[in-house]
């Protein structure tokens, strides 16, 4: 895998972006838990290659639109897009193998696995080997684990995780863990990436270089990437759009610049910080 | 971890199961010390053996459903019984053990499934119950179903195994003919570990919601961990069938269900190895307490001796909570250390 392109700051294709067919879209979702409208009317459109946060305070939704993209939560009532497709009855599984990947808030990696079969079980669906293989171990079985191996130490070389290939994930730190979790999503070889924020906890180095992994993923596979985070800084420096949700709400949608001046979003999220 | 000096030149070797010179003589020793074994041992400790063995067949099978899955499952010694009723019946045509014994493992993995089905759909305290449900619910199908179909309270004869021909009908015959059966469930076992379906069972067990949303199948995966589990069942329950040479429900108990978990969580659920230390030290444990009290009860105290079986359970029962309390990952934990720190020696440093 290459790395084409340094830390860029990404904002000149923001305005572009805007006229480019959706890669994936939500419409008018709708999602409640008993009294709580965690989505009132949700829409949100990604177009190709672009990097598009989704920013609010807590509790504002985002969690639950990033859920109700990935099929982990059913709204109530709206459709979910993807590649045209209509996807919004897809079980979580189905969506990941129709080219969905997607990061967690907080950490969900597979604790008692190294680092590589967590990479390694991202390739779930890419893989063909069935129970019997399993078990007998046959010719076949043993080249497609050979291939995707070397698959996932592209993905290994490319996090720079190399001396950690057969570390146990639960003993990581946090920050690392988090790359694992990134790896397992590049394992999927997602046509969009869906990022829960990814930074949170993470100082100020590892930031960095997510943020550097984030941009090189949509340069070298050219694919979009949808992310949730607080940290302004970083969403003003690398996403070209920003959608802003409040009390379950879209307040405002456009590029970080239009969003930073927008007095709906200053009164409800900037102002209050 | 490996000991330096050890390279790879491709990553299948390196998914090898017997990574070193050293790991594959140790094995190769066993395997031959295994096959002479009956040449100074009578049928008494033949038959243990191969008791053993056949225990050790369905444990693996609860190690996959249980250690790689998650999914507890207290019904193994029913799984172990559909295999030996439905070997009983497929005797009973003449087909020779390498179609029996196949057929007996997918009979039984689907029969699993039955439960398996809704089974897959709860979690914790209520997948318990319905597998304990699956476990009493076996005796009562069986002497419920009409005499003919699997033989009431009477049971059922198993017709001699053959091999090429030759009646297999001395303890030695069926040690080596479960020692075999053993040997390739191993294989199984160990090549589970390294395969994507293992990766995926593993996956479940660790963080079922994640698992689900990158692409994994949960529903699917529980139910199949279940189905492969309840194979390894089928297949200790054909060699039981022809080791007991008549099968009733009475050797199928909760009992035995119990003690098929118990030998996991000594040995450890994680890893096949936890199953074969845990077969194993539960076993010598057993027989230990068992010749003890034959040589007390041969001297004349009665009542010592008759108190050492009753104590067995009590003792075996304490090894089990020891185990929770003290090393929930059991003897392949404590394995696994030991070897690192050998591989190590005399230098103590990675
Ligand atoms: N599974 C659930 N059950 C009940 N309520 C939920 C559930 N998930 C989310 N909610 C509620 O929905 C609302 C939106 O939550 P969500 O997690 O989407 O917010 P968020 O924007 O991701 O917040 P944060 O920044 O804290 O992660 C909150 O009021 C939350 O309590
Ligand atoms: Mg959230």
């Known amino acids: ?273 | 971890m490996l000991p330096t000096g050890v390279l790879f030149e491709t990553y299948s070797a390196e998914a090898g199961l017997l990574k070193t010179a050293r790991a594959r003589v140790a094995v190769a020793a066993l395997v031959l010390a295994l096959l002479a074994a009956p040449l100074a041992t009578g049928a008494y400790l033949q038959g243990v053996a191969t008791h053993m063995f056949i225990t050790l067949i369905a444990v693996y099978g609860l190690h996959v459903t249980v250690g790689m899955a998650g999914q507890i499952n207290i019904a193994q010694s029913a799984f172990v019984g559909v295999g030996a009723f439905a070997t009983a019946r497929l005797s009973e045509f003449g087909l020779p053990f390498f179609i029996v014994v196949p057929v007996a493992a997918l009979v039984t993995g689907a029969v699993s499934v039955v439960f398996a089905l809704p089974a897959a759909r709860v979690k914790g305290f209520y997948l318990a119950l319905t597998t304990f449900a699956a476990q009493v619910l076996f005796p009562i199908i069986v002497l419920g179903l009409p005499t003919s179909w699997l033989g009431g309270l009477v049971g059922l004869a198993v017709e001699p195994l053959t091999v090429a021909g030759r009646p297999m009908n001395t303890p030695t015959h069926m040690y080596y003919f479960t020692l075999a059966l053993t040997l390739i469930a191993s294989y199984a076992a160990f090549n589970l570990h390294r395969s994507r379906f293992g990766r995926a069972l593993k996956a479940v067990r660790d963080n079922d919601v994640a698992a689900e949303v990158m692409g994994i199948d949960v529903l699917r995966h529980k139910i199949m961990a279940f189905f492969v589990g309840s194979m390894f069942a089928g297949v200790a329950g054909s060699c039981m069938a022809w080791v007991l040479q008549f099968v009733t429900v009475e050797s199928f108990t909760l009992f035995t269900s119990v003690w098929y978990l118990g030998m996991l969580i000594v040995g450890g659920a994680y890893s096949p190895i936890g199953a074969i230390l845990g077969v194993a030290f539960i076993t010598l444990v057993q027989e230990g307490l068992h010749e003890l009290g034959t040589a007390i009860l041969r001297s004349g105290a009665q009542e010592a001796g008759g108190a050492i079986f009753a104590a067995t359970n009590i003792a075996l029962g304490a090894c089990i909570l020891i185990a929770l309390i003290f090393e929930p990952r059991g003897l392949a934990h404590r394995w696994q250390v030991l070897k690192t720190g050998l591989q190590l020696w005399p230098f103590p440093h990675r």
């Open chain 1, 1 to 273: 895998m290459t790395r084409p392109a340094p830390l860029a700051a990404g904002i000149s294709a923001a305005a572009a972006a805007g006229r480019r067919a959706p890669v994936l879209h939500a419409e008018a979702l709708q999602l409640r838990f008993g009294a709580v409208a965690a989505l009132r009317d949700v829409s949100l459109s990604v177009a190709e290659n672009e990097i598009h946060a989704i920013i609010g305070p807590n509790g504002a939704g985002k969690s639950s639109l990033l859920n109700c993209l990935s099929g982990f939560y059913r709204p109530q009532s709206g459709r979910v897009y993807f590649d045209g497709e209509d996807i919004t009855q897809l079980r979580p599984h189905r969506r990941a193998a129709a080219g969905l990947g997607r990061t967690f808030q907080g950490i969900q990696t597979y604790p008692s696995m190294t680092a590589r079969e967590n990479i390694l079980t991202g390739f779930h669906n890419r893989m063909r080997t069935g129970v019997f293989g399993a078990l007998v171990w046959w010719g076949r079985v043993r080249a497609e684990e050979e291939a995707f191996t070397a698959k996932a130490e592209e993905i290994i070389e490319f996090l720079e995780l190399e001396e950690l290939r057969h570390a146990v994930v639960g003993d990581l730190s946090y920050g690392l863990r988090k790359r694992v979790d990134l790896g397992r999503a590049m394992a999927l070889e997602p046509r969009i990436l869906i990022m829960d924020e990814p930074m949170a906890g993470m100082n100020p180095e590892e930031k960095g270089d997510l943020a550097r992994f984030i941009l090189d993923i949509r340069d070298a596979n050219r694919i979009p990437v949808v992310l949730v985070e607080h940290d302004m800084e970083v969403v003003m420096d690398i996403s070209d759009t920003v959608t802003v949700l409040d009390f379950g709400e879209v307040i405002a949608v456009g590029t970080p610049r239009e969003v930073r001046e927008n007095e709906a979003v200053i009164a409800a999220y900037l102002g209050t910080e």
